[in-house]
């Protein structure tokens, strides 16, 4: 079964700095990755997804993530934050074989000015 | 295009009674379904998840159950709330495809139970 792990809960940055969240995957196949975002009270939208190819995936609203099969990791990054983008970041694996899509813990992101 | 309706939005419901919350999709045919529950630091917890109709896989056993009695609808139910059933519950559909594809998410039911 496969299984998601974001080590950080919270994380704050400054407006403008860069930012990478990080995500790693455990599945024993090849993984389908996710990332989503979750403003508060609301539904997740997607930000991008990595099925195969090129390992560095860009997304929506500047991000992007890359995939590193040796780490089994899919951290994400943008190089510049905005306000509007304090939310809830969630990463999700989704089994080759079968139809399960799981998803980590989540990373509260707090954007200061 | 695909639409995804989740109602109620909020509920507040007294402990030990029962639960239906509804999911339906359209503009797609045999989707597959899901539900997850959102508590406090735990992410999203995988409920159910369901290929077809009548096809339901369980996750976490517990107070829940869910049926899926037609291609596009999903329903989570319980017979008897517990305090611990408290939680924001997603509904997400996913299209049925070679390979994977993306899932997309309703707006959520809050659930308080009292």
């Known amino acids: 079964a496969q299984s998601v792990t974001q080590p950080d809960i919270h994380i704050t940055v400054s407006e403008g700095a860069s930012l990478e969240l990080r995500c790693n995957y455990s599945?024993?196949?090849?993984?389908?990755l996710f990332w989503y975002v979750q403003s508060p009270g609301q539904g997740l939208q997607l930000l991008l997804k990595?099925?195969?190819?090129?390992?560095l995936v860009q997304g929506i609203k500047g991000f992007e993530a890359e995939f590193k099969r040796s780490q089994s990791s899919f951290n994400l990054r943008k190089p510049s934050v905005h306000w509007s983008d304090a939310a809830e970041y969630f990463c999700?694996?989704?089994?080759?074989?079968?139809?399960?899509?799981?998803f980590g813990a989540g990373t509260i992101l707090r954007v200061k000015s | 295009s695909q639409t995804i309706h989740q109602w109620p939005a909020t509920l507040v419901q007294p402990v030990g009674s029962p639960l239906s919350l509804e999911c339906t999709v359209e503009?797609?045919?045999?989707?597959?379904l899901y539900w997850y529950r959102q508590a406090a630091g735990r992410g999203l917890q995988l409920l159910f998840y369901?290929?077809?109709?009548?096809?339901i896989s369980s996750e976490v056993p517990q107070n829940l159950s869910a049926s899926r009695p037609q291609d596009r609808q999903f329903i989570l139910s319980s017979k008897k709330l517990l305090l611990s059933d408290s939680g924001f519950y997603l509904c997400?559909?996913?299209?049925?495809?070679?390979?994977?594809?993306?899932?997309?998410f309703g707006q959520g039911t809050r659930l308080t139970v009292v």
């Open positions: 503009g797609t045919s045999n989707p597959n």
């Open positions: 999700a694996v989704g089994a080759y074989y079968g139809n399960k899509l799981v």
């Open positions: 599945y024993g196949a090849t993984p389908y």
């Open positions: 997400a559909w996913r299209a049925e495809a070679q390979g994977w594809t993306e899932a997309f």
């Open positions: 369901s290929v077809g109709i009548g096809q």
């Open positions: 990595y099925f195969s190819g090129d390992t």
